[in-house]
């Protein structure tokens, strides 16, 4: 585990130099709600196509920064130095954390903007925060995982967006409803099975991922 | 300690890059890759080091007769190769801490101002390694393989980018490589041959 936040530090430190990754996903997640904002208006969407359109800036703006942390080592020829130095289950989690503080980045700026933008009323308040929260864990999980396949590829920037689709789609289907449910219902229970879905895509994703890493990593 | 390869053999899809490739080291010994460009000397090092896995064959590390895990080979090792890039936007000093902490290494500032100080780079390890030229890249890829006092020193194309004061540099640490560990070199160059006691020739 200390290998592990090694990694996750020296990433964040090259991270804070060149700020490529955070900038990317910012600068996305602002535009589209902006361009959101001014297609549909702040009071003629009902709670349900806001919970949509919340999941789906969250998912595309982190499809423009997730697959950085991996696509970096590539390119810049540290893949193989960091292997030299490093188990592959360290890289993983390492990367894995980076991708979770982006994506915490992340809401922590769109959610409040979109909130206020979006004129979105959020009944059940804590509810709303451990959906983000168990949605990022599957978002940040799958995705480490998916930049790892494609950081070897020729077209890295459009397989990462088609091969993370598929694998995220059960993420983003709890997401929108349990955030529907969050928005209108006043209690935790309503959104019971959602929630162990999140739980369950997480660990599932988190582990297998885990397991096969080192067959992605060394070749 | 003994290195031991059994019939290596590496393709890329239908293109065989060698075929039946054996030896068996042991330290206080060196090995020395050669053959013409193209022939497979830098892929023979990347497998030979871990980072990419044979087609066929089987590498054994051992010592005092007990087989090094797969898992653990990065432990032993230290490799030098035009293919190695340490963190652009880092500093040298940042760089190395970072792989000695990722090393498990005890006391490595003192370990890091020695190389730093022997290979020539004393005075600026606190530059961004992007600010480096190459022939000092190619001197602080010497300090990064040197950090842990590998067993098994893999050097591809040793001399590049170097001038005259740094390969004589190399050369020293070459010597006391081979005192008690091993040393694997691809290379062409006749100077750097004196170092071989065996040599892999990839164009036979």
């Given amino acids: 585990m200390l290998k592990a936040w090694l990694i996750f530090k020296k990433d964040l430190q090259q991270e804070f130099r060149t700020r490529y990754a955070i900038n990317a996903i910012l600068l996305f997640s602002v535009v589209t709600l902006t361009a959101v904002s001014f ?9 349900d196509i806001l919970s949509a359109l919340l999941w789906i800036i969250l998912f595309f703006s982190s499809m423009s920064g997730l697959s950085h942390i991996f696509v970096r080592e590539e390119e810049t020829h540290t893949s193989d130095t960091l292997k030299l130095v490093s188990p592959a289950t360290s890289v993983f989690i390492g990367k894995l954390f980076f991708n979770l503080f ?20 959020v009944i059940n308040p804590s509810l709303f925060i451990l ?15 998916v930049a790892a396949i494609i950081s070897k590829a020729g ?4 397989l990462f967006t088609i091969l993370s689709f598929p694998i995220l789609l059960p993420v983003l289907i709890s997401g929108i409803s349990a955030t529907k449910k969050a928005v209108t219902e006043p209690l935790i229970s309503p959104a019971a099975s959602e929630l162990q879905a999140l739980i369950a895509y997480a660990v599932v994703i988190t582990t297998a991922s885990i397991l096969l890493f080192d067959f992605v990593w060394n070749e | 300690m003994k290195f031991i390869a059994e019939s290596l053999s590496k393709n890329f899809s239908e293109f065989k890059i060698f075929t039946d490739i054996s030896f068996k080291i042991s330290s206080g010994q060196c090995l020395a890759i050669t053959g013409r460009n193209g022939s497979g000397k830098t892929t ?5 080091s871990h980072l990419i896995q044979p087609s066929a064959g089987k590498i054994s590390l051992l010592e005092n007769a007990s087989i090094i895990r797969r898992e653990d080979f990065y432990k032993y090792i230290g490799l030098v190769g035009p293919y190695l890039e340490l963190y652009q936007d880092l500093t040298a000093q940042e760089n190395l801490e970072f792989f000695a902490r990722m090393k498990d290494l005890n006391n490595y500032e003192n370990r890091i101002a020695y190389l730093m100080e022997r290979i020539g780079l004393k005075g600026r390890e606190n530059d961004l390694v992007k600010t480096y030229s190459s022939g000092m890249k190619q001197r602080l890829k010497y300090v990064f393989a040197l950090l842990s006092e590998p067993e098994i020193l893999f050097v591809d194309e040793p001399r590049s980018n170097l001038d005259e004061q740094g390969i004589q540099t190399i050369y020293e640490i070459f010597e006391e490589q081979k005192k008690s560990n091993l040393l694997i070199l691809a290379t062409n160059d006749s100077d750097d041959l004196q170092f071989a006691d065996m040599r892999v020739d990839l164009n036979a």
């Fill in chain 1, 131 to 145: 959906v983000i929260f168990l949605g990022s864990l599957g978002l940040a999980a799958g995705g480490t995982m």
């Fill in chain 1, 102 to 121: 982006l994506l915490f980045a992340l809401e922590i700026i769109t959610v409040p903007l979109f909130i206020a933008v979006m004129n979105l009323e």
């Fill in chain 2, 44 to 48: 023979l090092i990347r497998v030979l």
């Fill in chain 1, 155 to 158: 077209a890295k920037g459009a």
């Fill in chain 1, 39 to 47: 297609a549909i208006g702040a009071f003629s969407a009902d709670s």
